[in-house]
């Protein structure tokens, strides 16, 4: 079992940033990749950013590209996810998650957080 707990999340205006972070507890996660996904109301959730944690390989969304940044801390068992030039399309709750694939696809994960909301304002 893998438990994942996020923080971070608020209100920021529109060019702003936030740091989610996402702290890991249960397994050692050698053999796990970490995704950042949100979800909108009304909307599908969506991929992010993912990092695979024994390299440290990431891979983003088109939409966030150049914006975003998902790095880990292996000391502190945690991914954080820095978000800057933020948009109201941002606007999203956020989860975190870990899955033993390399994968855009929420099915593909494993282990969810409870989320933290990211509200941006124009």
């Known amino acids: 079992q893998v438990q994942l707990v996020e923080s971070g999340g608020g209100l920021v205006q529109a060019g702003g940033s936030l740091r989610l972070s996402c702290a890991a507890s249960?397994?050692?996660?050698?053999?796990?990749?970490m995704g950042w996904f949100r979800q909108a109301p009304g909307k599908e959730r969506e991929f992010v950013a993912r990092?695979?944690?024994?390299?440290?390989?990431?891979y983003y969304a088109d939409s966030v590209k150049g914006r975003f940044t998902i790095s880990r801390d292996n000391a502190k068992n945690t991914v954080y996810l820095q978000m800057n030039s933020l948009t109201p399309e941002d606007t999203a709750v956020y989860y975190c998650?870990?899955?033993?694939?390399?994968?855009?696809?929420?099915?593909?994960?494993?282990?969810w957080g409870q989320g933290t909301q990211v509200t941006v304002s124009s």
């Open positions: 998650a870990a899955g033993p694939l390399w994968s855009d696809y929420p099915h593909a994960y494993d282990y």
């Open positions: 990092i695979w944690w024994s390299t440290g390989s990431t």
């Open positions: 249960g397994r050692t996660l050698g053999r796990y990749g």
